[in-house]
């Protein structure tokens, strides 16, 4: 499974950038989703999650500033950011749980995937 990232970029403080990472490659599906982030010096955090029904849940320093949305006809999951600011300032990271299909014992398993970081950068 290969997770790929696009959107970010440089903002001014108070703009918005919209991140995407699209999942390709052989899975039977996505469940669960997510952007991670890491600043320098920091470690990773967890921004956002959206489950495969819809369900989302978000860190407390992006609530009503950030949302997350996914498309699962297309297998991707997008984070809308708006009001940005300087300290949102880091790498970007996706991640998503793959459903597989285990034909030696007739069952499935889940699997955890990282796309490449994708870069933030809020100026003030």
């Known amino acids: 499974v290969q997770l790929q990232a696009s959107g970010g970029g440089l903002v001014q403080a108070g703009g918005s950038l919209r991140l995407s990472c699209a999942a390709s490659g052989s899975f039977l599906s996505i469940k669960d989703m997510g952007w991670y982030r890491q600043a320098p010096g920091k470690e990773r955090e967890l921004v956002a999650t959206i489950t495969s029904s819809g369900s989302t849940s978000y860190a407390d320093s992006v609530k009503g500033r950030f949302t997350i949305s996914r498309d699962n006809a297309k297998n991707t999951v997008y984070l809308q950011m708006n009001s940005l600011k300087p300290e949102d300032t880091a790498v970007y990271t996706c991640?998503?749980?793959?459903?597989?299909?285990?034909?030696?014992?007739?069952?499935?398993?889940?699997?955890?995937?990282w796309g490449q970081g994708t870069q933030v950068t809020v100026s003030s």
């Open positions: 991640n998503a749980e793959s459903v597989h299909i285990d034909h030696r014992w007739s069952r499935t398993y889940e699997k955890t995937y």
